[in-house]
């Protein structure tokens, strides 16, 4: 492998293969439905919030990619459901679905030999494709962390859990 190809695959592992921290799909495997609503104690936000916020920032992030006219989201409403907003299961699962789709859509463009990794992105040239998976990978990575942390205080990991 070369250096491009080295790069673009440790990218790609950084969006999804256990490294420093757990991978997406196992820190939200086996949590309970009947509690996807619920809030820890001293915590403004649901599990689902949490979620919701992963995908909705990530999504933010591939349209800033993809979008030469893109306009950023208002904050907090754009990158947060509203507070009171609860989900169901179908929710949960469109969010699980939706957030795995568009990381699969920025490894698809990161694993493109096309895709200059370096060069300035339409909608803000001070920006790179690089930049902005690394971006994506630490967000995701610190709020996967925190889902975990939540679902201890929560009690909702399934038992056996290490």
């Known amino acids: 492998m070369n250096a491009d ?54 999504l933010d992030i591939l349209d800033f990619i993809r979008d030469p006219n893109y306009v950023s989201r208002p904050w907090p409403a754009g990158y947060w459901p509203a507070p009171g907003t609860h989900a169901d299961s179908t929710a949960w699962q469109r969010t699980i679905h939706d957030y795995l789709a568009d990381r699969d859509a920025l490894e698809r463009i990161v694993l493109d030999p096309a895709t200059d990794l370096c060069a300035p992105l339409p909608a803000g040239d001070k920006y790179t494709i690089l930049r902005e998976i690394l971006v994506v990978a630490d967000h995701t990575a610190y709020h996967v962390g925190e889902f975990g942390i939540l679902r201890q205080v929560m009690g909702t990991w399934p038992p056996g859990h290490e």
Request: proline content about 7%.
């Open 5 to 58: 190809q080295v790069l673009r695959q440790q990218l790609v592992n950084l969006l999804r293969v256990s490294q420093a921290h757990a991978p997406f799909e196992a820190i939200v495997a086996d949590f309970p439905a009947a509690r996807i609503n619920d809030r820890a104690p001293n915590v403004s936000y649901s599990p689902w919030h949490l979620l919701e916020h992963i995908r909705l920032t990530q």
